[in-house]
T-cell receptor
Framework: ETGVTQTPRHLVMGMTNKKSLKCEQH?????MYWYKQSAKKPLELMFV???????ENNSVPSRFSPECPNSSHLFLHLHTLQPEDSALYLC???????????FGPGTRLTVT | GIQVEQSPPDLILQEGANSTLRCNFS?????LQWFHQNPWGQLINLFY???GTKQNGRLSATTVATERYSLLYISSSQTTDSGVYFC????????????FGRGTQLTVWP
């Protein structure tokens, strides 16, 4: 059981589709993160939100659009993705930027 | 960014064996964490260990911050310990941005 949940757990989408990934944390944290895990590569940070403000955008293509409506929810909106965007997308949260991060179970995305 | 080197990349053990995993950082890090990724992709927090030594059951970890490395010890391995072990840390100038190693793939046979 985890304090960070992600939906959907699996997603297959075409390159012209628009979809959204959802993350919810039940830990009372105030910072949330999106990471990408591709095969054969280390986990890469995509976005960081602290107190619902984006504080880091790690040179991510504009086809990925994050949204943080409140401190408990984080979304990643996807549109016109490429096959190389297929990966495991992980959400994390922490109480403050400088403290331990807790991860959700991830969404395994396949772009066809 | 920070380079994170984990060794060994792969480790195969018989149940009951002990092992040591290592993590080297190219620069000083804060907030060093160890994770276990299960076959379904979930990252499980093992240790939050910026410095010193901690123990949790059969697992223990030691971080020597001044020498920029951390060790994870697994004693009396069980098949359920199989999976990928990651270390990660951030640095003061980019708080919250965890830099991950490529992981150690551990396989424990019965």
């Amino acid at each position: 059981e985890t304090g960070v949940t992600q939906t959907p757990r699996h997603l297959v989408m075409g390159m012209t589709n628009k979809k959204s990934l959802k993350c919810e944390q039940h830990l009372g944290h105030n910072a949330m993160y999106w990471y990408k895990q591709s095969a054969k590569k280390p986990l890469e940070l995509m976005f960081v939100y602290s107190l619902e403000e984006r504080v880091e955008n790690n040179s991510v293509p504009s086809r990925f659009s994050p949204e943080c409506p409140n401190s408990s929810h984080l979304f990643l909106h996807l549109h016109t993705l490429q096959p190389e965007d297929s990966a495991l997308y992980l959400c994390a949260s922490s109480q403050g930027l400088a403290l331990e991060q807790y991860f959700g179970p991830g969404t395994r995305l396949t772009v066809t | 960014g920070i380079q994170v080197e984990q060794s060994p990349p792969d480790l195969i053990l018989q149940e009951g064996a002990n092992s040591t995993l290592r993590c080297n950082f190219s620069d000083s890090v804060n907030n060093l964490q160890w994770f276990h990724q299960n076959p379904w992709g979930q990252l499980i927090n093992l240790f939050y260990i910026p410095s010193g030594t901690k123990q949790n059951g059969r697992l223990s970890a030691t971080t020597v911050a001044t020498e920029r490395y951390s060790l994870l010890y697994i004693s009396s391995s069980q098949t359920t310990d199989s999976g990928v072990y990651f270390c990660a840390g951030d640095r003061g100038s980019t708080l919250g941005r965890l830099y991950f190693g490529r992981g150690t793939q551990l396989t424990v046979w019965p």
